[in-house]
Every structure is written in C-alpha cells, then in structure tokens.
C-alpha cells in the first residue's frame, strides 16, 4: 500500500485479556519496527524484522509481548495477559532493505491506541 | 553518555523567531541522522537527513559536528505551525538498521 497501515486504530481491553495489534508494512519494504510511546515519553524500541533474519527482539518488556511477521510482510504484535502499564501508543514502521539508500529512514503508520483498563 | 540525548523543553518562542536545538549522541562510528516532526497524538514523520556538510530546507538547517558528536536543527521565522516535538534519531552501533530515537524537543510558537 501507499503507506503502513495499522489496526485497530483504537483499542480498550479489560486488565488480564489478550490483544493483537496489526502492521501492514509498505510493499517492498524489508524491514519492520514495533515501537511503544507511552502518554508523553519518547518512542521505546521494541522488536525489529529485516527479511528472513532472526528478529531483534531486545526491546520487547516481558514475555508477555511477542511478535511475528509472516512472508515477510504483515506483523502481529501480541500482548498476553494485559496490564495498565501496557496503555500505550504502540508504532509501527517499515524501512527498505539495509544498503538501499534511505534505508535508514522509517516511515510510521498512524498507531494503535492500547488503553487497558 | 546515553545513545541521543535532547533536551525535552518545552521551548516556547515568538512567531518569527529563529531557533535552534541540540542534539548528542554517543556512537562515534555513526554516519547518517535524522530529524524527525511528531505533532501532537501523531506519528512521527522524517523532517530532514542531516549530512555531513549540512542540510538546508526552506527555513530549517540541519548541521552535523562529528567532533562534539553533535548534531542541531535550526528553524529561522518561526511559524505557529511549526509548533511539535522535534526527534533526533541516530543510528545503532552494530551496522544494522536499529536506530535510536531521542526523547524529543518540544516547541511551542507563540502568537
């Protein structure tokens, strides 16, 4: 698509459900970020995809939060058993393979608003 | 040092003021950075790649001292739209694609 597009836009939850957050990457781009933004701090890296390698998955919290990318396109970002702590703004962006020009350069969807009650 | 470091503000200046903000980062070997716009319950959005011979956008300017390991952004006539947080972003150490985000500067243009 056009841009990275992610859903649900808005989502609130009961402390203790699950919840799954979707990214839909910009086609052709390899690589895919999974960050958090918390009510008025800075963007907190979570996992990161690049093709058919390992993830980078040094950011994720706790073992509470998984994520997977299948065919190399479409991320699920899954937070078990949620907790207040996990309200947040959870961003996701794509970037193009590493040695493209610009490969650097992310370009973000618009968030998915987690509110845990 | 932390990777980016920026100071968060707020820095509220007059429409048609010129100002200018910091950002350190710790990894020497860096090579390319960015200054990111995030509005308010936005996205963040590239504003500008900063080379190492500087960058001239309009009335932004992005410069880039490698021996200070510092990089600034310099918005001339201040705007009211120009009012958002400004995010520094470097790269990882490790040659990948990992970058780090700063905390953000946020500006406040004032009537």
């Known amino acids: 698509g056009a841009g990275v597009s992610q859903s649900p836009s808005n989502k609130v939850t009961e402390k203790g459900k699950d919840v799954e957050l979707r990214c839909d990457p910009i086609?052709?781009?390899?690589?895919l970020y999974w960050y958090r933004q918390s009510l008025g701090q800075g963007l907190e890296f979570l996992i990161y995809?690049?093709?058919?390698?390992?993830?980078?998955k040094s950011g994720l919290p706790s073992d509470r939060f998984s994520a997977e990318r299948t065919g190399g396109s479409v991320s699920t970002l899954t937070i078990q058993r949620t907790q207040q702590e996990d309200s947040a703004v959870y961003l996701c962006?794509?970037?193009?393979?590493?040695?493209?020009?610009?490969?650097?350069?992310?370009?973000f969807g618009a968030g998915s608003r987690l509110t845990v009650l | 040092r932390k990777e980016v470091e920026q100071d968060p503000g707020p820095f509220n200046v007059p429409e048609g003021a010129t100002v200018a903000f910091n950002c350190t980062y710790s990894?020497?070997?860096?090579?390319?950075f960015f200054w990111y716009r995030q509005d308010c319950r936005k996205e963040p959005k590239l504003l500008m790649s900063?080379?190492?011979s500087g960058n001239e956008d309009g009335r932004f300017t992005a410069q880039l001292n490698r021996a200070s390991q510092y990089i600034s952004l310099l918005i001339r006539d201040s705007k009211l739209s120009d009012s958002a947080t400004y995010l520094c972003?470097?790269?990882?150490?490790?040659?990948?694609?990992?970058?780090?985000f700063g905390i953000g500067t946020k500006l406040q243009v004032i009537p």
């Open positions: 995809f690049q093709g058919n390698s390992a993830p980078d």
């Open positions: 972003v470097v790269p990882n150490s490790g040659g990948y694609q990992k970058v780090t």
């Open positions: 990894n020497s070997a860096s090579q390319s």
């Open positions: 900063v080379y190492s």
């Open positions: 086609s052709g781009h390899t690589a």
């Open positions: 962006a794509s970037s193009l393979h590493p040695g493209t020009n610009g490969a650097n350069v992310l370009t």
